[in-house]
């Protein structure tokens, strides 16, 4: 498997993107985990068990995003982030609370 973009890249590049678009970092986290909740939609029946798997940083806060609408919208959902990795980000830490599932 080969990287369409390094993490550094994708780190720099999103504070530029978020920027452009006048939004904030957390706004741009909030749409990308709502797009990546759309695409699963296209791929899972309506109600479907789902297990989220959250990392640190802002890709931890699109998976709470994307965990939140799943409940929101009847999707059993199991939540797992391993205890040692710890939303490393003051976006994905709000994601975290603000998804309380």
């Known amino acids: 498997m080969f990287p369409l973009y390094r993490a550094e890249q994708i780190k ?3 504070p530029v993107a978020a920027q452009t678009v006048g939004i904030s970092m957390y706004e741009l986290m909030e749409r990308a985990g709502f ?3 759309e695409r699963l939609k296209e791929m899972v029946e309506p109600g479907a068990h789902i297990l989220v798997c959250c990392g640190s940083g802002n890709n931890g806060g699109d998976g709470f995003v994307v965990a939140r609408q799943a409940a929101i ?6 939540l797992f982030q391993p205890k040692f990795c710890h939303s490393s980000t003051d976006d994905s830490s709000h994601a975290k609370r603000h998804g309380s599932i």
């Open 12 to 14: 720099r590049s999103e």
């Open 35 to 37: 797009a990546a909740f």
């Open 73 to 78: 919208e009847g999707y059993s959902v199991t």
